[in-house]
DNA sequence: CTTAGGG
DNA sequence: CCCTAAG
């Protein structure tokens, strides 16, 4: 029982996934029990909290650090590992590591040579921090007070720091869990080859064991700075040997390697040994996520029971993951335009971590007036509005040292244009609280000229009640027109919608423009409503893909490839002609013949973009023909088949 | 996961 | 290109 609870943990502070939700689907084919013996722990993950306990106990006492005492308390791990759980893969188990002179060298080995999970031979482990170290240690402990005392050790007072690293997690290292983890082993162990005695060096994901890396990395527990952003931009991800080999030559296949940015930075330095032990699973990973994030869950602030969402779709258990292979991780999207920061945390109620989702400068000078023409109210202010800048919410793009400025440019601008573009919607912050009431008048509010100005705020949020409008230029207004040093708009102060538009200058009406009366300008720091280093807390939500047209080539190869496979079989149409096209997925390769059929059908005049040869748009429609008679067949002798039988 | 089809 | 229902 005690070891049960145990196991809901993982050792460095990752959660074991619980029991995932039975979709419909899933429920339908069993799925969901499958899963869940997929997520139940094994021997190895054990073993990795006892050996979390080992380095703990090693940071806590430095002097141990030799490996004669390390051995010593492999030895007696083991055996108690042993004694306890006879049954589980004895082959694992705890080893000192002969070499390192610092914390880290203790890890969790396996004589076999295939773990269950797919872990390599030895895995090293990988600390993530002290605070995972503590829960693994306290995990460790027989009793269960000491248990629950992890358990609080994670909802109290050190939740936030989980919650950091949770969602450090999820964002910082979000390439890399997005894109497979082999990509950050990869990125693990070069930093470590290349620089192997600084200590610091990598941690994006957890433990290096997806890929089949045969030496033991040891890594050092401290924060994921150092290497980052470099290392994630120079890695090349795992895996694009797979694909050729597993189609034998095929003299007529024609491959379209793709040229695109992502292909061009990876390219893998280790050899996976595993080949196609499972079929490729091109979209799993950063679907799940995608799909994840773009869930009704994301409003929720990555805290640690979130980090247990998450771990249901996958995201959090690199360890436990069953069917791992490159080929996820060399998937289409390793590069977005911008990786997915476009919203935030959706606003949670509370005032002081109102979800709000970017920071806000301005610089605000507010005017009354105190003419007076209204007939059912007091006088009237008018409060004037300047505001000089709103930051747009941090986000990442990636993109080849290869590509133009030019293009860099336009990457960004997509992505801001993106983010403006996708439904955000303003907050007031009075005093730092948010003023949730729309329909209160800005005095009411506490909003005006003569009031306590000095902390009004705006901030960027994401409006989900809002569909996401086009990109053109003129759907942003806040942004493209709020530097203008002229109000732009007018709305009369009683609108109430103030939200609605950051360049609102409820200006009086024109016949109260008496005697404004200056206010001193805002307090700038006071405005800035959300601390820089809190944003990239939150959680994040998927972003769509670039839109990336076909080439004629692209078309001709999934002709061909269609021209022999039919237009059923777009998985094995993606492996046989677009296999090293990564980011196009055997989903891109249906829709695409589906618009190539429309395309063919259609008026060269109508037909936009890049054009495409009317021979292959014939061979299209012939194709297309002969193949959709063809499952007309099928369905046909299907049905015989069936009324046969109920004959 | 894959396929099919609507959006 | 996305999403989802359905194999």
Same mark, same amino acid.
């Given at each position: 029982m005690v070891l049960q609870k145990r196991l809901d943990y993982g050792f460095n502070g990752y959660q074991v996934p619980p029991v995932p939700r039975a979709t419909r689907s899933a429920r339908r084919r069993g799925f969901f029990k499958k899963k869940h013996e997929e997520n139940q722990i094994c021997a190895f993950d054990l073993l990795a909290i006892v050996a979390g306990k080992l380095l703990l106990d090693k940071k806590i006492a430095p002097s141990s650090s030799n490996t004669s005492a390390d051995k010593d308390q492999c030895a007696v791990i083991n055996s108690a590992v042993k004694n306890k759980w006879?049954?589980?893969?004895? $082959?694992l188990k705890v080893e000192a590591c002969d070499q390192g002179s610092s914390d880290n060298n203790i890890y969790v080995s396996d004589l076999s040579h295939v773990h269950r999970q797919g872990c390599s031979s030895k895995e090293s482990l990988v600390t993530q921090n002290d605070l995972n170290l503590g829960l693994a240690s306290a995990l460790t402990k027989p009793d269960c007070a000491e248990r629950s005392n992890a358990e609080r050790l994670v909802s109290g007072q050190t939740k936030n720091e989980i919650g950091t690293f949770a969602s450090k997690a999820e964002g910082d290292s979000s390439e890399y869990r997005e894109f497979g983890d082999c990509k950050s082993e990869a990125a693990t162990k070069r930093a470590v080859k290349d620089e192997p005695h600084k200590s610091g060096m990598v941690q994006s $994901?957890? %433990? %290096?064991?997806?890929?089949?890396?045969e030496d033991p990395v040891v890594l050092d527990a401290k924060p994921p700075a150092l290497v980052s952003s470099d290392s994630r931009a120079k890695v090349p991800a795992c895996g694009n040997h797979i694909s050729n080999s597993s189609y034998p030559t095929n003299q007529d296949d024609l491959h379209v390697v793709s040229r695109d940015d992502d292909e061009n930075s990876s390219g893998c330095t280790h050899p996976i040994t595993t080949k196609k032990l499972f079929r490729p699973a091109p979209r799993i990973g950063d679907r799940r996520i995608r799909k994840f994030l773009a869930s009704k869950c994301w409003k929720v602030a990555p805290r640690l029971k979130d980090a247990t969402v998450s771990n249901s779709d996958g995201n959090f258990k690199p360890v436990f993951r069953k069917r791992q292979n490159c080929y996820r991780h060399q998937r289409s999207e390793r590069i977005y335009p911008f990786k997915k920061r476009k919203h935030f945390a959706y606003s949670s109620p509370s005032n002081s971590d109102g979800g709000t989702s970017c920071e806000f400068v301005s610089d605000l000078s507010l005017k009354g007036s105190n003419g007076d023409a209204s007939v059912s109210r007091s006088r009237m202010h008018g409060v004037k509005l300047r505001i000089k800048s709103f930051s747009v919410p941090e986000f990442l793009i990636e993109i080849p040292e290869s590509s133009t400025v030019g293009s860099l440019k336009r990457t960004v601008m997509e992505a801001v244009t993106a983010i403006l573009g996708s439904g955000l919607h303003v907050g007031v912050l009075l005093q730092g609280k948010k003023v949730r009431e729309d329909n209160k008048t800005l005095r009411q509010t506490g909003i005006s000229h003569n009031n306590q100005l000095d902390a009004l705020g705006f901030c960027l949020e994401p409006n989900p009640s809002q569909t996401p409008p086009s990109l053109s230029p003129g759907d942003s207004p806040f942004l493209l027109q709020c530097d203008t040093p002229q109000p732009i708009r007018r709305y009369p102060p009683t609108t109430g919608e103030v939200h609605q538009d950051i360049c609102a200058d409820p200006e009086p009406h024109v016949n109260n423009l008496g005697n404004y009366i200056e206010i001193p300008a805002m307090n700038v720091e006071a405005l800035a409503v959300v601390p820089a280093h809190q944003k990239s807390k939150r959680s994040e939500i998927a972003q769509r893909r670039i839109r990336r047209p076909f080439s004629v080539t692209e078309v001709e190869a999934l002709v061909h490839a269609v021209e022999k496979l039919g237009t059923g079989r777009w998985r094995d149409v993606k492996l046989q002609a677009f296999d090293n096209a990564k980011h196009r997925t055997y989903v891109d390769l249906k829709d695409k013949w589906k618009t190539l059929v429309h395309t063919a059908r259609i008026s060269p005049q109508q037909r936009r973009g890049e054009p495409v040869p009317q021979e292959l748009l014939d061979r299209v429609l012939t194709a297309h023909a002969y193949w959709s008679q063809q499952q007309a067949k099928q369905q046909f002798k299907h049905q015989q088949a069936e009324t046969c039988l109920l004959l």
């Open positions: 006879q049954d589980v893969e004895k $082959s $994901s957890t %433990v %290096v064991n997806m890929c089949n890396l």
